[in-house]
């Protein structure tokens, strides 16, 4: 399973020093897809007669991982998705509460902000007319992050990071803070969106997610008219326990 998702035939160059963000670059799609098509021409060459019931399991739910990943193509992510340029999240986890980082992670968190304003200009360079829901979703994400970083972040830099990477963290982090708010300013004011339901899959593919992927027996329309009776069936109940 690791060769298939990380190894063989995953498709995705390594990261290095000069590109962080192989899973960003503008082929990043099509060679996950390819990697994917592979995959699964290998997975559909295996003899699963003698699988145990939990195996097949384990194939089955490989496989829709594949085949969701050479359809997805077509969903141009790369261009349309601009969250996924926002690669600092992961800190804000890392931070949340009382919990205080380890050396190991203070370190592991320099690399993610010296690495953050890569990922954001190629956001700049490859976004294409996001959904309009989508762009104001990253704008709102990336102005929690800004506060994050300014606020939150610099005071347990200050208190907690080791010594001797505390100026380098304070440093990356008035950078970032700079990198994430010109990508939000971009993103309100430069990026040209797209139709106003260009976020919409469509029928024809959620039905073949439903099918497909999730192994579902039920089209959207029967989906959601599964999901009201079992609200309604909640509500009753509920309604007799409070009786």
Do not use: C
Not at 96 to 113: D, Y
Request: aromatic residues 8%; positive net charge.
């Amino acid at each position: 399973v690791d060769d298939y998702f990380s190894g063989t035939f995953s498709g995705r160059q390594r990261e290095s020093a000069a590109q962080p963000f192989p899973g960003l670059i503008e082929q990043a799609d099509s060679l996950r897809s390819e990697g994917a098509a592979r995959a699964l021409r290998e997975l559909r060459s295996i003899d699963t007669a003698g699988f145990s019931t939990d195996n097949r399991i384990d194939w089955l739910q490989l496989e829709a991982t594949l085949k969701r990943e050479i359809r997805d193509v077509s969903l141009q992510r790369i261009r349309k998705n601009p969250g996924q340029y926002l690669t600092v999240g992961g800190i804000y986890w890392q931070m949340a509460g009382e919990r205080v980082p380890t050396a190991i992670e203070w370190s592991e968190i320099l690399k993610t902000l010296e690495n953050a304003p890569i990922a954001l200009a190629l956001g700049r360079k490859q976004l294409q007319q996001p959904p309009p829901l989508w762009i104001l979703l990253a704008v709102n994400t990336t102005a929690r992050y800004e506060e994050f970083l300014h606020r939150l972040y610099v005071q347990k830099a200050t208190l907690n990071s080791p010594d001797s990477l505390k100026q380098r963290l304070l440093q990356v982090g008035k950078r970032s803070v700079k990198a994430l708010a010109d990508f939000r300013v971009f993103l309100r004011d430069t990026l040209r969106p797209g139709p106003e339901n260009s976020w919409m899959v469509g029928k024809e593919y959620y039905d073949w997610l439903l099918k497909e992927v999730h192994l579902l027996p039920y089209t959207a329309e029967e989906m959601i008219e599964e999901g009201k009776r079992v609200h309604a069936d909640t509500k009753e109940k509920l309604k007799a326990i409070a009786r």
